[in-house]
């Protein structure tokens, strides 16, 4: 039987892949893999904190349920965007990687 | 009027713009900034009429809304600051047509004016939200929007740059926000601000870890809304790369929703003393830090977006040290006032930017050289607003630090009020720059033809210049539309 425990665990294993992607990875695409993940390690905790945290009728808190609709939504929003923006950067320089957005220093 | 309608009438102005933008013909996209701007105004006004007893208090949406007179004075602010932008967008027009793939004129104009109506209406959510979910939604829909905007000017290689590494800053600091909430909800079982103030209190001290976690993870994304030290980085790149019509309504209206969530939210935690006696000191030591790097990076930069960029993050660091001090009498004005102040003194210096940027071809503290010569009165105005940033006595700059500071003595925060004071005279010397620039050094062509000036963009620098010396000698209206 999964306790609550196991979710929470894997979930942070997938927020702590996700952050480790953003702050290790150079390619922009890969980044932006790794912020995915952070929201979907969300997603599953947030599952997982609903069905255990279940009402007095035995029913799933569904107030979690429709908060993981509208990250789901607006992850989608946010990869359509990013996406958007790191083509016209590729177009523009023909590069995908962090170190070459060396125009604004300090 | 039900305040809910504010948002709605935002949203519909917005799609409105659109499907008038999709029928305009070539070269007449930029006309639909008028139809955008009167609308806000009217809008604006409308708020003055808005009677939050007509909300009906046990129907669903009332979980998710609030309209108290917090969120009432933010749709101001974000009205305003909206109305201000678009009527630089207006002057910064020529910028945006030369940096677009288009070969048409005046194609893809259009969208610079739409979207800062979304942007507006996802701020107005944020200032009514007191759930999570809510939170969440509105911030997002303000994010994203802005992510379109900053990176707008797409053959402008700062421009791009720019949005990229808003985008990813930008994405984490959702990341942590979500994953926040999860531990918050997860712990309480409510996404609801007063739901979960009501439960603390009842909960189990080994649940408390998991609840700072949460709330912590929470901070964190709010730190880089506001700019505070050290979730800071992105904002010189950001703010020198965006078009400046965007860099000023991020420094103002993004900074002001992420102050007014950070209160809601903060007001939710602070009932628990021993929640209290962690967060405090926590804003105290952010405050004190974001007051000291903001003031010590700005001052050997040259460029005045990068310039007025750590400025900003020093005004969040005064800020914050009106969050610290929660639990005075009367520092949720304080920090609303100086909220206010801080948006007039700011849309100001960045209007006169876009127009002397554009007529010079830079915004370098150089290219403002001997702009007195060339046009007076515009260094004025230049002149006024770096004295309102800087806390010059007589100016709304000044009266906003004076409540801060007023109200973190009373709560005891004599070490930080120090630090406050030390910063804001360092301030002065790199504010101070720029009006020397203007007044005492000579312009590179000394012949230089006057700048000319938009009529809708004078009468804003006038207001504006009127509402900084006028609110700083009787700041009593700007009290009321507080309380």
Not at chain 2, 202 to 226: D, E, H, N, Q, R
């Amino acid at each position: 039987m999964l306790t609550l425990g196991n979710y929470l665990i894997v979930s942070g294993l997938l927020f702590a892949i996700g952050l480790g992607g953003v702050l290790l990875r150079r390619n922009i695409l890969v980044i932006f893999m790794g912020l995915e993940l952070m929201l979907n390690a969300a997603n599953l905790s947030l599952v997982a904190f609903a069905r255990h945290g279940a009402t007095a009728v035995g029913l799933p808190d569904y107030n979690a349920q429709v908060l993981v609709f509208f990250i789901i939504t607006v992850a989608a929003a946010e990869v359509a965007v990013g996406l958007a923006i790191i083509v016209a950067l590729y177009r523009q320089r023909q590069t995908a990687h962090v170190e070459d957005l060396n125009q604004l220093k300090f | 009027m039900n305040p809910l309608y504010l948002e709605v009438a935002v949203v519909i102005l917005g799609l409105l713009l659109l499907v008038a933008e999709s029928f305009a013909g070539p070269g007449r996209k930029s006309g639909i900034a008028h139809p955008a701007i009167t609308g806000l105004i009217l809008i604006f006004i409308a708020t003055f009429w808005v009677n939050p007893a007509a909300l009906d208090a046990s129907a669903p949406y009332a979980r998710f809304y609030s309209t108290d007179s917090l969120a009432i004075f933010f749709k101001q602010i974000a009205l305003l600051t909206t109305i201000v932008v678009l009527i630089m967008a207006q002057e910064f027009a020529p910028v945006v047509e030369a940096n677009l793939p288009s070969s048409r004129r005046g194609a893809g104009l259009g969208e610079f004016y739409a979207l800062p109506v979304f942007t507006c209406a996802g701020l107005m959510w944020m200032a009514s939200a007191v759930d999570f979910v809510l939170i969440f939604v509105s911030l997002e829909l303000v994010t994203i929007s802005f992510y379109i905007l900053v990176s707008y000017l797409r053959h402008d290689r700062l421009s791009v740059e720019a949005g990229v590494k808003f985008l990813v800053l930008g994405a984490l600091s959702t990341g942590f926000l979500v994953y926040g909430i999860t531990w918050i909800y997860g712990v309480t079982g409510q996404t609801n601000l007063n739901a979960i103030a009501a439960v603390i209190p009842a909960l189990k001290v080994a649940a408390a870890p998991a609840l700072l976690f949460g709330l912590g993870l929470v901070l964190v994304s709010l730190g880089f809304k506001v700019a505070a030290v050290p979730f800071q980085f992105w904002i010189p790149d950001v703010y020198q790369g965006a078009p400046t019509p965007i860099t000023a309504f991020l420094s103002v209206a993004s900074k002001a929703a992420g102050f007014v969530v950070l209160l809601r939210v903060l007001q939710t935690f602070v009932v628990v003393p021993y929640l209290q006696e962690k967060i405090l000191p926590l804003m105290a030591l952010l405050a004190g830090v974001t007051m000291v790097f903001g003031n010590l990076a700005a001052i050997p930069q040259s460029n005045l977006k990068r310039l007025l960029a750590y400025s900003s993050v020093a005004h969040a660091g005064y800020l914050l040290l009106g969050v610290a001090s929660l639990g005075a009498p009367f520092v949720g004005s304080a920090i609303l006032f100086y909220l206010g102040a801080y948006l007039l003194m700011t849309l100001l210096a960045f209007l006169v930017m876009t127009i002397v940027a554009k007529a010079v071809g830079g915004d370098d503290i150089a290219d403002f050289n001997g702009l007195n010569q060339r046009a007076p009165q515009l260094a004025f105005a230049m002149l006024l607003a770096m004295a309102s940033l800087a806390g010059v006595p007589l100016t709304v700059g000044f009266l906003g630090k004076l409540f801060i500071f007023e109200a973190a003595y009373q709560q005891g925060h004599f070490v930080l009020i120090t630090i406050g004071i030390v910063t804001v005279a360092a301030g002065f010397y790199y504010y101070l720059k720029i009006v020397r620039a203007m007044y005492w050094q000579q312009a590179a062509d000394p012949d230089a033809p006057g700048i000319p000036v938009g009529i809708a963009a004078r009468i804003t620098i006038a207001i504006l210049c009127a509402l900084i010396i006028w609110l700083g000698i009787y700041p009593a209206p700007l009290l009321s539309l507080i309380h």
